[in-house]
């Protein structure tokens, strides 16, 4: 009978524990743009024309690329993958 209540105390103290490292940190939350998942995607040619400066790994260095690039969809064996497109001129 004690067994799952000090599972359950032991589990609100992680949570809390957790909760109170988590709002020290200065990393921004990723959950409110789709864009890291895209990018994860993305063939290393196109990240190179992308330029240098842009730094995919931070979500304002996404936003700066995904205004850039243009690309498209394609399959690459079981899965999918975004290929970059020339832009028209």
Sequence with gaps: MAYPAIIVVLAVILLVVTVLHETETPVAGWKSSQLAIIFHGVDQ?????????????????????????????????????????????
């Design 45 to 89: 040619r196109t990240l190179h024309n992308l330029g240098q400066e842009t730094d995919v790994a931070q979500v304002s260095g996404m936003q700066r690329a995904a205004g850039k690039a243009l690309v498209s969809l394609k399959s690459r064996g079981p899965s999918l993958q975004l290929i970059g497109v020339e832009r028209e001129k």
